[in-house]
């Protein structure tokens, strides 16, 4: 009997498709629930990742390759995740290395399970339409813009040099820009495809993240502070002295700015200052945060309000991406708008002056 081709062997079937419908977000959750049921059960993770690879395609699947491969040389999962950017977030990846060394990793795990999980709510689902409509917008707009500004305007130069008239200033102006634009074109093509580079670029990317982010962005802040009280939360729940906490995170931490602070806080730790005043001299949390751990009595109360204000922060950062979006939308069509204003002032007083002319 002949097998369907649906029943046969071997990866016929896709998670992802060949077109980019699912998020990097997406893939890494997959990634994280992959891992943490392989340390539940005390799985070998190795040959469950090199099946998670087949069900991917592109970069991510070269991804999850490489990091099976580096598995194989007997190195455990962390420092095979730190080894393979983009296999997980850069937080994530902190987040494990520090359940490890605290040993609270299947606490960890749990917690990131909850707190990464790809948002279906209204930040993201307004980020990703807007991006969307962007490109679309820029694609088309483009594409139409630059019909009208190297063919339909030179021609009309060339009517306007055969009846000896003179082209209104509007169109002059429009004229100069697209001549600047030819004279420049190899300057930005070469210009587009570095910047294409460095947005696709794994290492450029990572080395923004990781050195300006959190400088120029205040929602990177937001998030980073808040994975940093989550992380705390959950040693201090497990009992483990902060001195510790910090030292790992001080290590570890892929931000040299939040590195060098939380190094800062440790040594007056082990200096003898109270530890919620050494996170507050070094701008880690915030007096009214300080006020909050202060009051709280034990290790269950400080873990809770450790993770509340993580989950305010994190709900901020969010409400920040809809108001930057909200902000940025309506300004990207009036730039649109205004060039395509101009293109369509240009034009009508090409033909009102032409038309004139002749008449006259």
Same mark, same amino acid.
């Given at each position: 009997?002949?097998?369907?081709?649906?029943?046969?062997?071997?990866?016929?079937?896709?998670?992802?498709t060949?077109?980019p419908?699912?998020?990097?977000?997406?893939?890494q959750?997959?990634?994280?629930?992959?891992?943490?049921?392989?340390?539940?059960?005390? /799985?070998?993770?190795?040959?469950?990742? &090199?099946?998670?690879?087949?069900?991917?395609?592109? =970069?991510? !699947? %070269?991804?999850? +390759?490489?990091?099976?491969?580096?598995?194989?040389?007997?190195?455990?999962?962390?420092?095979?995740?730190?080894?393979?950017?983009?296999?997980?977030?850069?937080?994530?990846?902190?987040?494990?290395?520090?359940?490890s060394?605290?040993?609270?990793?299947?606490?960890?795990?749990?917690?990131?399970?909850?707190?990464?999980?790809?948002?279906?709510?209204?930040s993201?689902?307004?980020?990703?339409?807007?991006?969307?409509?962007?490109?679309?917008?820029?694609?088309?707009?483009?594409?139409i813009?630059?019909?009208?500004?190297?063919?339909?305007?030179?021609?009309?130069k060339?009517?306007?040099?055969?009846?000896?008239?003179?082209?209104?200033?509007?169109?002059?102006?429009?004229?100069?820009?697209?001549?600047?634009?030819?004279?420049?074109?190899? /300057?930005?093509?070469?210009?587009?495809? &570095?910047?294409?580079?460095?947005?696709?670029?794994? =290492?450029? !990317? %990572?080395?923004? +993240?990781?050195?300006?982010?959190?400088?120029?962005?205040?929602?990177?802040?937001?998030l980073?502070?808040?994975?940093?009280?989550?992380?705390?939360?959950?040693?201090?729940?497990?009992?483990?002295?902060?001195?510790g906490?910090?030292?790992?995170?001080?290590?570890?931490?892929?931000?040299?700015?939040?590195?060098?602070?939380?190094?800062s806080?440790?040594?007056?730790?082990?200096?003898?200052?109270?530890?919620?005043?050494?996170?507050?001299?070094?701008?880690?949390?915030?007096?009214?945060?300080?006020?909050?751990?202060?009051?709280a009595?034990?290790?269950?109360?400080?873990?809770?309000?450790?993770?509340?204000?993580?989950?305010?922060?994190?709900?901020?950062?969010?409400?920040?991406?809809?108001?930057?979006?909200?902000?940025?939308?309506?300004?990207?069509?009036?730039?649109?708008a205004?060039?395509v204003?101009?293109?369509?002032?240009?034009?009508?007083?090409?033909?009102?002056?032409?038309i004139?002319?002749?008449?006259?």
């Open positions: 009997m002949r097998v369907p081709f649906w029943q046969k062997a071997g990866p016929t079937w896709y998670l992802s060949w077109w419908g699912e998020s990097l977000d997406s893939m959750y997959s990634l994280l629930s992959l891992l943490a049921v392989a340390n539940e059960e005390r /799985l070998d993770p190795k040959p469950l990742i &090199a099946a998670l690879a087949d069900e991917h395609r592109g =970069r991510y !699947r %070269r991804r999850l +390759r490489l990091l099976a491969k580096r598995l194989d040389s007997k190195t455990t999962i962390v420092p095979a995740l730190e080894k393979t950017p983009y296999a997980l977030s850069d937080s994530v990846v902190l987040s494990l290395r520090f359940g060394q605290s040993g609270t990793l299947a606490q960890t795990y749990k917690q990131l399970i909850e707190t990464e999980k790809p948002q279906e709510g209204e993201r689902t307004t980020q990703g339409n807007a991006r969307g409509y962007w490109a679309v917008f820029a694609g088309t707009m483009t594409l813009l630059t019909f009208f500004m190297f063919f339909i305007i030179p021609t009309f060339k009517m306007f040099d055969e009846f000896e008239l003179k082209l209104p200033i509007a169109t002059r102006r429009l004229l100069m820009f697209v001549e600047w634009v030819s004279s420049s074109f190899l /300057l930005v093509v070469v210009v587009g495809f &570095a910047l294409g580079w460095l947005v696709w670029s794994y =290492r450029s !990317r %990572r080395f923004f +993240r990781r050195a300006v982010a959190d400088r120029m962005f205040g929602r990177t802040s937001l980073r502070s808040s994975q940093l009280l989550r992380m705390l939360s959950v040693a201090v729940e497990a009992g483990r002295p902060l001195a906490s910090l030292s790992t995170l001080a290590k570890y931490h892929f931000d040299k700015n939040i590195r060098q602070r939380l190094l806080a440790r040594n007056e730790v082990e200096q003898g200052v109270p530890a919620w005043t050494s996170l507050v001299d070094a701008k880690i949390i915030s007096r009214d945060e300080f006020q909050a751990l202060s009051g009595s034990g290790h269950r109360d400080q873990a809770w309000t450790l993770h509340r204000m993580a989950t305010l922060k994190q709900e901020i950062a969010n409400q920040r991406v809809i108001v930057r979006t909200a902000f940025i939308n309506p300004v990207v069509i009036l730039i649109f205004s060039v204003l101009w293109i369509c002032f240009s034009f009508l007083s090409v033909l009102a002056k032409l004139t002319s002749l008449a006259g």
